[in-house]
């Protein structure tokens, strides 16, 4: 099985700036996966970073992949309020596991 | 079909009595999973079928968890005798495996309490 563990555990800034989360990983992957999950809701994909590539966008997210240090970062640039959440990462294989997560409050 | 369908969303159950959850995966999506959480962590993985097959059930699950995915469409989670202990969210997830390398895509989640 395969699992990520994102920190740091928790992150709060305010409105505006930028937020960034990493997740490591232990063995070798296919892709990583980041997904989002609001307080009593289910969780939501948002990017996915395949093995063979280094960064990806998506709107107002960045994702980075390093396979050689098994860690992804993930970066959310001009939070709003409504980004306050838990994020988690997802190496795949797929039998999924899960970390805690980084919670991130946005301050308004 | 546009996502996945957890029922019910709330259960309230005295300790000791069984409880069934039920999930309905996207249609076309072949494997489906199982996890609880509880406040402040992340999911914890429980099982999950491919079709009709229970691959893999966590070593953590005792034996008053049982799921079925009896025609390859939606599953089933029982818990028998419930524990004070047993009150988390319950979160079902479902996946192409053969498909092109999306995400799963996660149902909102069955909260049980046990009182």
């Known amino acids: 099985s395969q699992q990520g563990e994102e920190d740091p555990q928790a992150l709060s800034i305010q409105e505006g700036e930028n937020a960034t989360m990493n997740c490591s990983y232990k063995t070798s992957i296919n892709n990583l996966q980041w997904y989002r999950q609001n307080s009593g809701r289910g969780l939501v994909h948002l990017i996915l970073?395949?093995?063979?590539?280094r960064e990806k966008h998506s709107g107002r997210l960045r994702v980075t992949l390093d396979t050689s240090k098994k860690s992804s970062s993930l970066l959310i640039t001009a939070s709003r309020a409504a980004d306050t959440a838990s994020y988690f990462c997802?190496?795949?294989?797929?039998?999924?596991?899960f970390g805690a997560g980084t919670r991130l409050t946005v301050k308004p | 079909d546009t996502g996945v369908s957890q029922n019910p969303r709330h259960k309230i159950t005295k300790r000791g009595q069984n409880v069934t959850f039920r999930c309905d995966p996207i249609s076309e999506h072949n494997r489906l999973y199982w996890y609880r959480q509880t406040l402040g962590q992340g999911p914890e993985f429980l099982t999950y079928?491919?079709?009709?097959?229970?691959?893999?059930k966590s070593r953590l699950l005792s034996d008053r968890f049982s799921a079925e995915r009896p025609k390859g469409s939606f599953s089933t989670l029982e818990i028998q005798r419930t524990e004070q202990g047993d009150s988390a969210m319950y979160l079902c997830?479902?996946?192409?495996?053969?498909?092109?390398?999306?995400?799963?895509?996660f149902g909102s989640g069955t909260r049980l309490t046990v009182v």
């Open positions: 997802a190496p795949r294989p797929y039998d999924m596991r």
């Open positions: 079928f491919q079709n009709e097959a229970q691959l893999e």
């Open positions: 970073i395949r093995s063979n590539e």
């Open positions: 997830a479902s996946l192409d495996h053969y498909g092109t390398g999306g995400g799963y895509t």
